[in-house]
Structures are given as C-alpha cells and as structure tokens.
C-alpha cells in the first residue's frame, strides 16, 4: 500500500509560478514510478508528467513540456511538480500517482495509487 497527499495548489495569475507536493508513505520510495495528472471540469484525466524511481528519467506531456519540472527527493519520500508560466488552461485538479513499473506511464488507469488531488486556478 502508497498513502499519497498532495499540497501546494492555489490561485495563480497566468505568468505566474506554483510548486505542488506529493508525499508518500507505505512503500520504500525509491522504487516507485511518480506521475502527475490534472482533470479539468467536464474533461478527461490528462498525464501532466512522470518520473522515475531513480529520478533517472522523465517524460512530459507536450502541453507542459518546458514549463513544468517534476522532481524527487527519495530521503523526504516527495515528489514535485514545478509549474511556471501558467497558462488558464493549466486550470485543473492536480493529483499524484504512483505504480511500481516504468511501462505505459502516461495511462492514469496504470496507477495504482492516487492522491486526493489539489486545485490549482490561473486567472486571467
């Protein structure tokens, strides 16, 4: 079992930044694949990022690719999901995923473990 708590979301001007938290327990941390999504109102969950256990890799989803960085620190057992230059569109739930294997990493319904999520909203 992954127990994941997300904090750090808020209201944004567009231009602006926000670092969001995932914090996790339950599991040794190292070896678990952490994934960001977001779900906007009346849309469909979409793969925002992902990184590896060993912080070795990532992957991005192209509408955030050079804006967003995920980053991990395996002795606190948190990931992070810096987002700069927000956008309105980048107006959503966020939440953290976890899994054990890097395969198909952007498919939410491959998560095993969900956070809470936490509201992030770019004005205008």
């Known amino acids: 079992q992954v127990q994941l708590v997300e904090s750090g979301g808020g209201l944004v001007q567009a231009g602006g930044s926000l670092r969001l938290s995932c914090g996790a327990s339950?599991?040794?941390?190292?070896?678990?694949?952490m994934g960001w999504f977001r779900q906007a109102p009346g849309k469909e969950r979409e793969f925002v990022g992902v990184?590896?256990?060993?912080?070795?890799?990532?992957l991005y989803a192209d509408s955030v690719k050079g804006r967003f960085t995920i980053s991990r620190d395996n002795a606190k057992n948190t990931v992070y999901l810096q987002m700069n230059s927000l956008k309105p569109e980048d107006t959503a739930v966020y939440y953290c995923?976890?899994?054990?294997?890097?395969?198909?990493?952007?498919?939410?319904?491959?998560?095993?473990?969900w956070g809470q999520g936490t509201q992030v909203t770019v004005s205008s």
């Open positions: 995923a976890a899994k054990s294997r890097w395969r198909a990493v952007s498919s939410w319904s491959e998560y095993d473990y």
């Open positions: 339950g599991r040794t941390f190292i070896s678990i694949v």
């Open positions: 990184i590896r256990g060993s912080a070795s890799s990532t």
